[in-house]
């Protein structure tokens, strides 16, 4: 019988842990990293050739939203076609549990706005077999999965099941008996496995309110009351163990810097902040973002940021599109039905002020995006144009050149807006600093005009290969096990003995992001964006071959890691 069974031999390998790298095999057994050295593949039921390959532990992705699609995507695309082996879910405060059955519809329908994923494949490829936060972690435990999952508390949820819908949604302070059960709810929910909470807070008062309810109104976590985040946190305290994800934005930088802040005091855990990202028109910001939390490290207080670190880009069209929520015009002119938009959109009293409310927050200057999709005839002739040069060559303002379109053509045109985030001296000011978390995919969500879960391949290929912001190294211990240690996962992350068998091989030189497609791959019938990836020879989770020559093997070996591990809850208690 052989010693093991998988050998990666001759491979490129970089360990995770920003040590240089080196060339060698790797011996697998029942899933864990075996040996590492020099291995004769005589000794393995299988040898994976690794010659002229890079040998790397698999990413990880802290800010996932595939809490419906792991149901009908065991592999959790795009991210487990970029070497992504292990997500979060359930961040922002968003999730399907607890949920009284009377309620899924309702439950589902919050997320076809906040998160533009489509109702209809909720409804067709969710199971619904649960009722509690610890049920629904059962049935994640019992679905196909070609990656681990790690799963926040969703806090939104929880506020509806205590206070009602409405009074969660009105922002009403909880009484001391609804704290009392809040804080039941979630420590029942840490103890089958979860790894702390998260939240949404972009209060609608904000300047970034991009993110909100099907009907455009505020999600409960945008208004949930101070002191229910401060008694969240006090469980983190009292367990010892957690962290938390937040993304604040109420207006007020600083008072917002001192919430984070106070979170991390009161629970003595972690905070992840979301986001920082680079805007070219105001690099005061990201530069005031950075400080701050250079400050924080100095002071000893556990605030880490993530970093988009992808272009942020949209192909979008006025079917599926909320970024520009921001603007309370825009906001309700884009909520309805089809036909309901569409009328608001042509309504000459509405164009008036839309034109006066030009959004910025998501993308770069409104004139300047690009119609990439004319779906008539008679249209064609504006593809590639900008709105601005088409509005010169009409004498038509952008606004109305984009929505007369849009409106003719049953918002089904296809426009580009350019990333606010083009320059690649800010990024380099967010890459270089050490422990800004890579990443922000929003995997699952935004399905219609958001690729992001590319951000590994695009990090070796723009950051490292093409512009030598960072090392090969610091790269891998950026999407690997920096996440994986701020995420709580158990041996992840490095390439070592005895860690679970994560791995990624792949070919440097050639390893590319595909350009956008449209795929009608979702239940239902629904069509989503995706970029494709290049250049993965292998990957493996947990010792499984899940991928080989970029294509799926449709094996599932993915894991529900509780508490950051991938045992059951029985042999986790146990080992304790």
């Given amino acids: 019988m052989a010693r093991y069974d998988r050998v990666i031999k001759n491979g490129m390998i970089i360990d995770g842990t920003r040590l240089p790298r080196f060339r060698g095999d790797i011996g697998i057994k029942d899933g864990v990293i075996a040996e590492i050295g020099h291995i004769d593949g005589a000794d393995g039921d299988e040898v994976i050739d690794a010659h002229g390959l890079v040998v790397a ?227 005061e910001i990201h530069r005031a973002t950075l400080k701050w939390l250079e400050s924080c490290r100095d002071r000893g207080i556990r605030v880490v940021a993530q970093g988009l670190t992808t272009d942020a880009g949209f192909t979008f069209t006025f079917e599926n599109w909320n970024l520009f929520d921001d603007i309370e015009a825009w906001c309700e002119a884009t909520t309805g039905t089809l036909e309901e938009r569409k009328a608001k959109l042509a309504d000459p009293a509405r164009r008036e002020v839309l034109k006066e409310k030009m959004p910025r927050t998501a993308i770069g200057p409104l004139p300047e995006i690009v119609i990439v999709g004319p779906q008539l005839e008679k249209n064609q002739q504006w593809l590639d144009h900008t709105l601005a040069l088409v509005g010169e060559k009409t004498g038509k303002h952008p606004v109305d050149v984009m929505l007369d379109m849009a409106v003719e053509e049953d918002l089904k045109t296809d426009f580009f807006a350019a990333p606010p985030n083009g320059s690649l001296e800010h990024l380099k000011e967010i890459v270089d600093d050490p422990y800004v978390l890579f990443g922000v995919s929003d995997g699952g969500a935004h399905t219609k005009f958001l690729t992001a879960g590319r951000y590994p391949t695009e990090t070796i290929v723009k950051i490292v290969r093409e512009n030598n912001m960072i090392s090969l190294e610091e790269a891998h211990w950026r999407l690997s096990a920096l996440p994986a240690q701020f995420g709580g996962f158990q041996g992840r992350g490095t390439l070592s003995k005895g860690a679970p068998a994560d791995i990624i091989v792949y070919d440097y030189e050639n390893l590319e992001v595909l350009p956008d497609e449209i795929v009608h791959d979702m239940p239902a019938g629904e069509w989503r964006r995706v970029q494709r990836a290049k250049g993965y020879r292998y990957v493996l989770v947990n010792g499984e071959v899940t991928i080989k020559d970029d294509q799926q093997t449709e094996t599932y070996s993915g894991r529900l890691l509780r508490f950051g591990t991938g045992l059951p809850q029985a042999q986790t208690e146990a080992a304790e």
């Fill in 57 to 283: 532990p698999g990413f990880v992705d802290l800010h996932t939203h595939y809490d419906a699609q792991l149901f009908w995507d065991p592999y959790c695309t795009i991210s487990g076609w970029h070497g992504i082996t292990s997500v979060v879910i359930c961040n922002c405060g968003f999730g399907f549990a607890p949920v009284r059955p009377e309620e899924r519809d309702r439950s589902m329908l919050s997320m076809t706005r906040v998160e533009a994923i489509p109702l209809a494949s909720m409804q067709a490829g969710m199971p619904w077999d649960w009722v509690t936060f610890p049920e629904f972690l059962d049935s994640v435990d019992r679905a196909p999965k070609a990656m681990n999952v790690l799963p926040y508390v969703p806090i939104s949820p929880f506020l509806v099941w205590v206070m009602g819908l409405e009074d969660a949604k009105a922002g009403r302070k909880p009484t001391d008996e609804e704290h009392a059960e809040l804080v039941r709810l979630l420590n029942e929910a840490m103890d089958a496995g979860a790894c702390g909470w998260s939240a949404q807070r972009m209060l609608p008062t904000g300047p970034a309110a991009v993110q909100r309810d099907y009907d455009g109104t505020p999600m409960p976590t945008d208004v949930m009351h101070d002191d229910t985040c401060r008694e969240f946190a006090k469980v983190l305290r009292r367990r010892n163990e957690g962290f938390m994800q937040m993304l604040l934005v109420s207006g007020d930088n600083e008072k917002d810097r001192k919430f984070y802040e106070e979170m991390a005091e009161i629970s003595g855990r972690p905070i992840i902040m979301n986001v920082v990202q680079a805007f070219d028109h105001k690099p």
